[in-house]
T-cell receptor, first 117, second 112 residues
């Protein structure tokens, strides 16, 4: 069965520290997609990244980077030089294709990140 | 930019009332979804739709129904609201084939 585990419920860091959010997934398929979303205090989930199971290349976008390792079924998210605006709940999610083309996302329970000035 | 709008940000209803939550997307997406979000439980899928007039149950459909008469609009209906349906409701839309979903701002529903 598909499952996403975010073991860190809450993390608190001081501004400018680096922080890594962990995500471990379980899937029954060889073709799947992984996502990260950010939910700031305003409540709206904001899409950050999508990665398919055939692309293990790490990705960097500004202060954000993602490390995808199929061998450990992990898709970790690192924020470098954290800022107060990074304070949010971050969700990792997984989807597997089925006949309709876009299976619903399975979400982890989220990690609440607090960045203190 | 993809835009998903929800009819209300905050809603207060009484037990037993029929409640309609509306969601509209402007990106011509085939798929639309309704989730509820509760502390400690994360996001849970209520219903989704991959075409007009089509619907599929999610993980927690009990007490809810949905309607999709037009491609851009997906409604969540609480036939008889109960206090355990007090929650944040999130609507999302997305293209097919494993692409990301785009979320609306959410409706915080309180049932008293």
């Amino acid at each position: 069965a598909q499952k996403v585990t975010q073991a860190q419920t809450e993390i608190s860091v001081v501004e400018k520290e680096d922080v890594t959010l962990d995500c471990v997934y379980e899937t029954r398929d060889t073709t799947y997609y992984l996502f990260w979303y950010k939910q700031p205090p305003s409540g709206e989930l904001v899409f950050l990244i999508r990665r398919n199971s055939f692309d293990e290349q790490n990705e960097i976008s500004g202060r954000y980077s993602w490390n995808f390792q199929k061998s450990t079924s992990s898709f970790n998210f690192t924020i470098t030089a954290s800022q107060v605006v990074d304070s949010a709940v971050y969700f990792c999610a997984l989807s597997e294709p089925f006949f309709s083309g876009n299976t619903p996302l399975v979400f982890g329970k989220g990690t609440r990140l607090s960045v203190i000035a | 930019d993809v835009k998903v709008t929800q009819s209300s940000r905050y809603l207060v209803k009484r037990t037993g009332e029929k409640v309609f939550l509306e969601c509209v997307q402007d990106m011509d997406h085939e798929n639309m979804f309704w989730y509820r979000q509760d502390p400690g439980l994360g996001l849970r899928l209520i219903y989704f739709s991959y075409d007009v007039k089509m619907k599929e149950k999610g993980d927690i459909p009990e007490g809810y129904s949905v309607s999709r008469e037009k491609k851009e609009r997906f409604s969540l209906i609480l036939e008889s609201a109960s206090t355990n349906q007090t929650s944040m409701y999130l609507c999302a839309s997305g293209p097919p084939r494993g692409y990301e979903q785009y979320f609306g701002p959410g409706t915080r529903l309180t049932v008293t």
